[in-house]
């Protein structure tokens, strides 16, 4: 029996299935580091409930890596030993620099590293789907809302070291749809407790806040101190990187953009 669709519509939703779209790709490649090969759906055939793509990804892991549900689905005893496994390898690498494992000093360090590797990275284990449950209101307020100065703590994927710096995330809510103002903090350590660079970690905060509350518009701003820039490469201590996302209102109209970032940098408006 031929497999021809019986409409054009019905051949444009085969197309995608087979084949995600251009805005689909670029989304995926911005968010995960990760470039698929044509043919791979980003859809149903991806999904175990069918859900279409978006921003906040299937099954709640929120942009994961490709073992981000194994580990977040380990046992305690699959847990211990991952966190052997990094002590082993951990144990090599001090080898390797010249040190002695078995020193005093160091007997204890690759399982201590492992584990603080394990906090390091727990935003692997989290999902925007958890974190937001119940932390959705409606309120009579149609202004802008900031919260700013929140610390995060990353680390380089390029080089395994910290960065470390400030996120200032706004939206203004449409139909009074707003989120506890926790769970934005939340949001922002959750994505940045991964291996990150500064500009797909702002990008993510921005994208999620914007598929939780479709709202006029999200503004979010990173300022970091990179390690890989202070203690390597070009050493160049106090340098910042300054990133921004900004989507809806704060995109297309210069003068909220502008509000924000008065309100950001203390000024008064």
């Known amino acids: 029996m031929s497999n021809i669709p019986s409409s054009p519509t019905a051949a444009a ?4 299935l087979q084949h995600p779209t251009a805005r689909q790709a670029l989304l995926s490649h911005a968010l995960t580091g990760h470039s698929h090969s044509p043919g791979r759906s980003y859809l149903a055939s991806e999904s175990p ?4 793509y978006t921003p906040i990804d299937f099954d709640g892991l929120s942009f994961p890596s490709m073992g981000a549900r ?9 847990r211990a030993a991952r966190i052997q496994k990094i002590s082993v390898a951990v144990r090599t690498i001090l080898e390797c620099i010249g040190e002695d494992p078995d020193r005093e000093g160091l007997l204890k360090t690759p399982e201590r590293y492992a584990k603080a590797l394990m906090f390091f990275s727990k935003g692997y284990e989290e999902s925007v789907t958890h974190l937001m449950n119940k932390a959705l209101f409606q309120e009579d307020h149609d202004e802008m809302v900031i919260v700013k100065n929140i ?3 990353s680390l380089c994927e390029h080089h395994m070291v910290p960065f470390t710096g400030k996120i200032h995330i706004g939206y203004i809510p449409k139909n009074g749809k707003v989120v506890g103002l926790s769970k934005i903090a939340r949001l922002a350590e959750m994505f940045s407790r991964r291996l990150q660079v500064q500009e797909r970690l702002t990008k993510q905060v921005a994208l999620a806040m914007q598929e939780l509350l479709d709202p006029l518009g999200v503004a979010v701003v990173m300022e970091a101190s990179h390690f890989c820039m202070v203690m390597r490469g070009v050493q ?6 300054i ?5 809806g209102c704060f995109r297309d109209q210069a003068k909220t953009r502008e509000e924000f970032l008065a309100l950001i940098r203390g000024n008064s408006v």
């Open 13 to 16: 939703d085969q197309v995608q």
């Open 49 to 52: 409930e069918g859900r279409s």
């Open 70 to 78: 194994e580990r977040r689905e380990d046992t305690e005893v699959q």
């Open 151 to 153: 610390d995060v703590f």
């Open 236 to 241: 160049k201590p106090g340098s910042q990187t």
């Open 243 to 247: 990133t921004s996302s900004m989507f």
